[in-house]
């Protein structure tokens, strides 16, 4: 009784056959395929092997083929392209050998399959959990590709995409890209590889955002970073995570664990596409609450985050002002430090206490006066007390305050609503707010801090001054 061996000849490059499917086809009688891939295998095979070769979309005839020739004897090699087991002939073998009730010998010889090649080819993107799609939907409906495609994006799965266009499917790949940018930053990086180990091989590397479906055809294999991947060195990478298990000289555990909260919360974002310094804002915010509700009630102006941190930067913004003293008390100390600055709150200065009790206000609102007096262009960091930005809202109305900026994120049930709709008419103020009831002086304190580390926003490397 002869047998079956079904091999995976790679993506098209000799130097990219394995040894034993070398060997089976120096041994095979009679070698089964589609008439385009004997080419790669031709200087291999013996002078008396027959070989049979067929069209494409021949692949039931291939199989039966392949049966009828090992019944008598022969020993039989079935070739596919890349891994036989992936996309290939041996699941069709498998599932033929059961039909005929046949007792034939099958052997699978696995193949560097396309999407391994194109990997090596664009550097290192498939170093962490990747899945596979293929988006001919000649025996898969497209129904259930899609579910697919969302499960890989959701999953933040590296991503490789087989057949991904024909003549007849032109449309699904813009489909894929849609829903992907759904569920992934627009900056996301993709690579993708044309004709991988051949003479007309062509590699680049784009983005999710950028990439332009039109470029490709059947013969290409597209990967799809997830949200750790990024270009070096017109490299494509997929960190496996080792450097995050090693405290870089310099930092401390804390940060390492707050990084991976933050990697954590933005894969977890309903929206990616958010500009940096919203989204760095909003990632304090979200870390510091565990309340994924900021994404629809954190609100902050164009840029606000991003001009604030300048005026940092350039010293003409040196004083942050508090409504109570638990805000500045989260604002880090060592960012204050590292950048010169002021951190004050007046509540508990004792002129504070004598013009609240002379004019019947609160300390706070007390406090703000005493403020505004000493230090009218502060940053006013609200996180407890509406009447206390209320007042500062009065005071810049008639001209006696100029804030660089206000975090308005006081919490609570009596006039807070109020106090942050009243906020919002001073366009030329940047402004961060919290809106509704909810907020709190940790709030208030980490979207300060998010304002004083926006140089490491890009990198999205939280922690540097825990």
């Not at 790679?10 to 080419?39: K, M, W």
């Not at 890209?177 to 993709?190: D, M």
Request: hydrophobic content about 40%; overall charge negative; aromatic content about 8%.
């Amino acid at each position: 009784m002869g047998k079956i061996i079904v091999a995976g000849i790679g993506p098209g490059s000799q130097q990219d056959i394995t040894p034993a499917v070398l060997e089976a086809v120096r041994q095979a009688d009679v070698i089964v395929g589609f008439q385009y891939y004997f080419q790669f295998i031709m200087p291999y095979v013996k002078a008396d092997c027959e070989c049979i070769d067929t069209g494409m979309k021949k692949e039931r005839q291939r199989a039966a083929q392949a049966f009828e020739l090992a019944e008598q004897d022969k020993t039989v090699v079935v070739i596919s392209s890349g891994d036989a087991g992936i996309y290939g002939m041996t699941p069709l073998i498998y599932e033929m050998r059961r039909e005929r009730g046949s007792d034939i010998e099958i052997v699978s010889l696995p193949g560097i399959s396309a999407f391994q090649k194109a990997a090596s080819l664009l550097g290192a993107p498939i170093g962490h959990d990747m899945c596979i799609i293929s988006m001919s939907d000649l025996m898969t409906p497209w129904e259930v590709i899609e579910r697919r495609i969302v499960a890989a994006a959701m999953g933040d799965f590296v991503t490789a995409v087989y057949n991904p266009k024909s003549h007849g499917r032109y449309w699904q790949l813009y489909r894929l890209q849609e829903i992907f940018l759904q569920h992934r930053s627009a900056e996301t990086p993709v690579g993708y590889v044309r004709q991988a180990g051949r003479d007309d091989e062509v590699v680049k590397l784009t983005t999710l955002g950028a990439f332009d479906p039109e470029d490709v055809d059947m013969f290409t294999v597209i990967i799809i970073g997830n949200s750790q991947s990024y270009i070096a060195d017109g490299r494509l990478i997929t960190p496996r995570g080792y450097y995050r298990e090693v405290v870089a000289e310099g930092e401390k555990v804390g940060q390492n664990i707050m990084i991976t909260s933050f990697l954590t919360i933005a894969k977890e974002l309903k929206r990616q596409d958010y500009p940096l310094d919203h989204k760095w804002a909003l990632l304090h915010a979200i870390h510091t609450t565990a309340d994924f509700d900021m994404e629809n009630i954190l609100y902050s102006d164009e840029g606000a985050v991003e001009t604030l941190y300048q005026k940092v930067k350039d010293g003409t913004l040196k004083t942050i002002i508090s409504d109570v003293t638990m805000v500045t008390s989260g604002i880090r100390k060592g960012a204050v430090e590292r950048l010169g600055l002021e951190v004050k709150c007046y509540l508990s200065d004792p002129r504070a206490t004598e013009m609240a009790e002379h004019l019947g206000i609160t300390r706070t609102q007390a406090g703000i006066r005493l403020a505004v007096e000493e230090h009218p262009d502060a940053l006013f960091a609200f996180g407890n007390a509406p009447t206390a930005l209320m007042e500062l809202c009065e005071l810049v109305r008639k001209g006696k305050a100029h804030p660089a900026g206000i975090i308005a994120a006081p919490v609570g049930f009596v006039h807070v609503c109020e106090s942050k709709h009243m906020v919002k008419p001073f366009r030329d103020i940047p402004k961060l707010i919290v809106e509704g009831r909810k907020g709190g002086s940790n709030l208030a304190a980490t979207l300060c801090n998010a304002i004083l580390t926006f140089d490491d926003a890009a990198q999205l490397k939280p922690g540097r001054d825990l």
